[in-house]
């Protein structure tokens, strides 16, 4: 684990906000939730280093072994691709966390072009099973893109992830 200052304004003071476990793949760690006094950023903090950070993202939390990724929020899936056309209708889409694919597929469905990038190599391969070419597997602070190449970026839960959100944004 790493302390780590502000991403926005640099700063180091912080107040707990609460704690939690892993809910998924229970541990015994407890992480902070923190707000940065000066700018009022929440934050994990400390938070895994980059290269541990895949320990907490075994295959199993993509789906491996089960016919279905088991997620916390899935009555939010079938509202993405509306929500998505409310603000544009076709063109190239970028799903930063695109996990197995299946967001990607409906868009695909829609008339969208799409894109995704992911850290996992399995939900990555598994996407590719479904018939999307253009996953890349891979940390998408590192993987260099074209610039104004796609219409629409999404990140559904992968914000609070970013080691630097600042700059990817």
């Not at 895949?54 to 509306?82: A, Q, S, T």
Request: glycine share 8%; aromatic share 14%.
């Amino acid at each position: 684990m790493e302390e780590v200052n502000c991403n926005l304004c640099e700063g180091k003071d912080t107040e707990l906000l609460f704690y939690g476990k892993d809910w998924v793949f229970p541990t015994n760690e407890e992480f902070n939730i923190v707000r940065y006094k000066k700018c009022g950023l929440v934050f994990l903090n400390p938070r895994p280093e980059k290269d541990e950070i895949l320990k907490y993202y075994p295959d199993e939390y993509y789906g491996k072994g089960k016919k279905k990724l088991n997620e916390p929020y899935p009555f939010l899936k079938p509202k993405r691709v509306k929500m998505t056309k409310k603000y544009i209708k076709c063109g190239k889409i970028l799903d930063i966390g695109s996990q197995r694919g299946e967001f990607l597929l409906k868009m695909m469905e829609a008339g969208f072009e799409p894109y995704g990038v992911e850290m996992s190599e399995y939900a990555c391969n598994y996407a590719k099973t479904l018939g999307l070419k253009n996953v890349i597997h891979g940390d998408i602070e590192e993987i260099k893109l074209e610039s104004k190449f796609f219409n629409v970026v999404i990140l559904w839960h992968v914000l609070e992830h970013i080691y630097d959100p600042q700059k990817l944004l």
